[in-house]
């Protein structure tokens, strides 16, 4: 959270609002809010509100995590037992990639402040294109969990036809018996894998959405050394993603 | 042995509800002095000061003692109390050594009692009085609670788990049970009744086990079954929708089921549905499902003599 | 998330509002008010849905009581009462008292006593609005595609497991959701960054503090239910075993985190509720709050407190003794910041120069009702109690007592106090004192009654009912009848007030608060002059006369 400031005052605020509106477009730049006094006071404005939203993010994590942690100690060997059927080398190789497009976000920002719009938009696309990587790897874990009957719940052990989405030319094919070999309860684990991955993939796809707003908006020069806030947050945004991943890969991946 | 309800609670039917209830008026008569006191001075305050031209309301100062003497002196009370709960609810929720175990069955709707015997009842149990006795709680289905109001006793019946619940009976005579956890259509229903007798008359129950009263009619002890068990919670006797199908008019009837075979209802049916009843199910009646009983013979054919009266 | 970093609308002098114009009337047209960023409007929008809100869950209220005059059938079959009470709860919680005064009353009144132009991030605001709404819609959905059985608390297995429209309803409280977070965030950035000069900490008023100790709970307690109302659906729609014995799953593991959330939940219902007893008691005693500090810092003590205690809604689930103890010990601390206020608002009155107008009689309701509902608290914090009360009717009137004695007084209060400064105009206050009366005495018969029939052993949730508790429900339907018409009675006079209510002055009350400085209704930039602050807004003996005239 930033530091508690008193509030900015604009040292033209007590005779400002009688004036028209020509005197103070000077002092107006057009990303500053009416409402603000300030870019300085909108920019701050701005990241605590974001800091405090990610707080909540933690928070909406926090419950899968509790939960668990609370399953992980009913169950010890279920938990061990079924990490080891997660690819480490695929988890691993996602967790670069995510820690990678953290820089290339925090790069933009660098970018944008320092007015290289050309450069910003690179890093945007750099950092979208390692989320669709991301994503792209979850394909293929899921898939492989799919066949393998590692399925949360009631599903747990069963062949589904999923062909149509996870088709044998991509590698692609039904084998059971992981599901067969593990201890009970293994469902459970797998239960908290797919809520746990699956909602912080939804918060990937979010992310994807909201960079690929910011580098429209930077194409189209609404950014710039004085005003880069919107680049700022979301990337705050990004990071949170990256953060929640760095937990979720040794809890679900590292189980020993 | 009981002592005279107070208006507010019911009757103390076990030796653990006095000091409940003691606990409770004396929460009780703190928070009436308490309120009176603020309610006091709030009227005062109303007439005393109230606008007045000229007259100026008194200017606001420090006042930290007051501050912290009316932070600390609750804070105070609420240890108490807290000590004074503490020590009642520990020495209730460890059950006596040799107490009486009995086993619980919440299910929609009905609760099912199981003695140390393995004889099996429903909707009403009888215990011996003055003698500690556990109840072994647990669910079939979704939560219940198995609420003792007489004791004061409650404890939620959570399926996959046990949960349990003692006293000491300390007064011959029927004990409410409620269902205390929402579980349906039928919650309310969900009753039973726990009869306190003396060690003679419970003896003579383990060993005899249910029977209809002396000189009672089969039918009329099938229409009391009809509560007992619960199959009221499910099956109405007037036509009237219920979950399960209506007694009205079942004896000789045609039912349909969902594998589309058909059936006159007669004693084997009403056999099979009462200890089997996933085998045929009513066409109308797929989404209820009922819960298998184990009663005796001579129970069954009470019952059928009670529907054949409908 | 860039609600607020965007370009300012391009001007031309011809279009713009004038700031300095009266809110109401600076634009016009049904746009003007659908994309607003006027939190003045946005607040009035919200206390238009919020009020239909109420309305509906006030219906299903009387229909649950109705159903309950006799024994047996009345008006329903069993599992049309368990869809009416599941339904009370539920639109009574998440879409009425949970908004209630933060989105209606905050809205509108916050960046004025802080002496602000508007919200951070009117956008946002809007959008909460929006999301509100669209959330309200799923609840109506599943309202017509044959409602939801549950009670408003889900728990499982029955949640999962029932037939009800059990999913759209979830969806649409978890949608809701997002509506009270980004409130809270816009909340807690707006009392950091928007203060104008000289509004330091400790002139920040009463209200400011409790909508900002809400939105601390908002913020942190609802992303909870978020994820444990996302967790009941997949159990449900997937099976994913969680909460699922047979699957290696917990029934009460549900419970502890449907209670992390709700518990803080009622603070972020009673805390605002708080907050405006201040700013009405203060008004009206002509007089400062007593522990200034005190009844601020007990905002945040509540805020931080309430998240301790959620095992105590678990004390017979099957919970170990060592954890009802530790929650039992923590649920009595949260008693005491209550008690610090309850203790500064009587003080306050003494020698204080106190008018007893309508919003007076609500501020003082709250206090009286509240005390009452607070000490039956303390009850059900003590276990042994609590193993005969939970689950009875005891704790139906244990809530009500707060939430509706507590909070919609101080909804209703609030609602009398600000209408001058919202719409312009006053209400007839011999009708408002007169529904006053019904509504004080219509809920006092309602819910007493429910004490004593609770603490006697009738169990809630009942669709039916033994003999002996006959008379009790007889006489809290009667009170609901009573309550039902004071609110009714309340209506209608607000009505009357919107179509030919007399013009009100800038000062109706002679309040020293900020709020009450600038034109009433305030113009569309709440202020001609950002103020600069030399007081705070209830230190009677430094403001002036002319800040105090009601003329």
Redesign the interface.
Known sequence: MSA??????DPH??????HG?DEHEHE?P???????DTPV??????K???W??L???L??????F??YG??RS??PEAFSGASHELNKVMGAGNTIVLLFSSWTAAMAVRATQLGQKKMTSMFLLVTIACAFIFLGVKYFEYGAKFNEGLL????FGHAYDVSSIFPASLGFHTNLEPSEHLP??A??YF??YF?MTG?HALHIIVGIGVLIW?WRRNERG?FSKE?F??VD??AL?WHLVDLVWIYLFPLLYLID | MTTDPN????QQLSTGAA??DD??MF??W??VI??AI??G??LY??VK????PG??????GH?LK??VA??VI??FF??V??H???K???H??VAQEGALEIRVRGQKWRWEFEYPTGMRVNGEVKIPVNKPVKFVISSE???H?F?V?GA?????A????Y?NVWFTPNTKGPM?V????????????MLATIHVVDDAEFQKFLKEGEGPEPGEEPAAWGKRLYTKNACNTCHSIDGS?SPGPTWKGIWGRDETFTDGGTIKVDENYVKESILKPQAKIVSTFV?TQMPPYTISDKQIDAIIAYMKTL | ??A?????PA?S?AD?PD??ENYLKATRGIASWLFTLDHKRIGIMYLVLVLIAFALGGTFALLVRLELFTRGRTLM???MY?RMFTLHGVVMVFLFIIPSIPAALGNFVLPIQLG???????R?NLMSLYIYAFGACFAVYSMVDGAV???WTF????ST???SAVIPMVLGAFIMGFSS?LT???F??TV??????G??WTRLSLFTWALYATSIIQ??????L???L??LT??RF?????F??????????FQH?FWFYSHPAVYIMIVPGMGVVNEILSTF???????YM?VAMSSLALALLGFLVWGHHLF???MS?YA??VF??LT??V??PS??K???W???????????ESPMLYA?SF??LF??GG??G??L?????D??L???YFVVAHFHYVMVGGTVMGFVGGLHYWWPKITGKLYDEKMAKFAWFFVFIGFNVTFVAQF?MG???M????????PEFEIFHKTSTIGSWILGFGFLTMAVMFVMSLKSGKKSTRNPWGSAALEWQTATPPPL?NF???P?LTRGP?D??LATEEELSEK
Not at chain 3, 219 to 224: G, I, S, Y
């Open positions: 508690e400031a008193s509030s900015v005052v605020a007590a005779g400002h609002d009688d509106h107006h057009k990303f500053l809010a009416h409402h603000f006071q909108q920019f701050e404005s701005a605590l509100g974001m405090t939203f707080v909540q993010e928070l909406f994590f926090s419950g899968l509790v939960a609370v399953f009913w169950y949360p719940g009631k599903y009970a309860h469902s459970s239960s908290l809520m909602v910011i609404e005003f806030t919107p947050i979301a945004y | 208006f507010q609670l019911p000091e409940v606990l409770y929460v009780y703190f928070s308490f309120t603020i309610v001075v709030m305050s109303i000061f109230r606008r007045r007259v100026k309301a008194a200017p606001v006042n007051l501050e009316w932070t609750p804070l609420i240890v109390l807290f004074l709960g503490f009642v609810y520990v209730n929720a289905d979704v939560l609670s609420f109001p004061r006793a409650k404890k939620d959570v399926p996959g788990m949960s409410q409620f269902c205390a956890e929402y579980c349906g259509t039928s919650h309310s229903g929708k989404t | 998330m860039g607020v970093s965007t370009t300012a001007r002098h713009t700031p300095n079959d069993a599992d368990n602000a132009k508007d919200v951070a991030f009117p946002l059985d549950t009670g728990y499982t297995p029955y497991t029932t037939n977070i809270g965030v816009n807690l950035v950091h960054k928007l203060r104008a000069p509004q330091t913020v942190l307690a609802t992303p909870v978020a994820i444990t996302l967790l997949m159990e997937l099976g994913l075993g969680i699922d014995p047979k699957l290696g799953g917990d029934p009460v593991l985190f005693s002509r007089r400062a709050i007593v522990g005190f017979v689930s099957g003794e009802t103890m039992s010990a009595f601390l008693a005491i008690g610090v309850v203790f500064n009587v003080a306050t009155l003494w020698k204080g120069s106190i008018r007893l003082l206090i009286f005390t009452i000490l039956t303390l009850f914090g003590v276990l042994a109690i193993v005969h939970h689950d009875t004593i603490s006697r052993g169990p809630r949730r009942y669709y039916d009912y033994l930039a001609v002059k950002v600069t209830y009677y003996h």
